[in-house]
């Protein structure tokens, strides 16, 4: 799976995290997971048209001093399908911005 790791974060800064992404994302089915959704001008391909599919997310999960998120593009009403795939370009830089404005507001020292 490729995804991104930030970790050594502070118990303090976990809770911060967790805080902010229930502001700014959806719970996931089990603890502990959060899916942020990409806006429709960033869908590319098969998602385009796969409108019964949609919406399409990005994972985040946390740990006791760590987060990581997914760089695949996740439906949220179905698991496996054409339209699941890997972020493209503007996609993975949408979650890099995602995180980099999370660890930013939330003041975590990296």
Partial sequence: ??????????VSDMEKVRAHLAEHAMPGPINDIYFVEF????LEGDQRTHEACAPFVFAIE???NW???ELLVRSRNTLRCSCVQYAG???????FRF??????QCGIMT
Avoid: V
């Fill in 1 to 10: 799976m490729r995804q991104l790791l930030y970790d050594e974060i502070s």
């Fill in 39 to 42: 806006p429709e001008d960033l």
């Fill in 67 to 69: 987060f990581k998120t």
């Fill in 62 to 64: 946390t740990g006791q």
């Fill in 89 to 95: 370009k503007e996609q993975t830089d949408f979650i």
């Fill in 99 to 104: 995180n980099e404005r999370l660890i930013e």
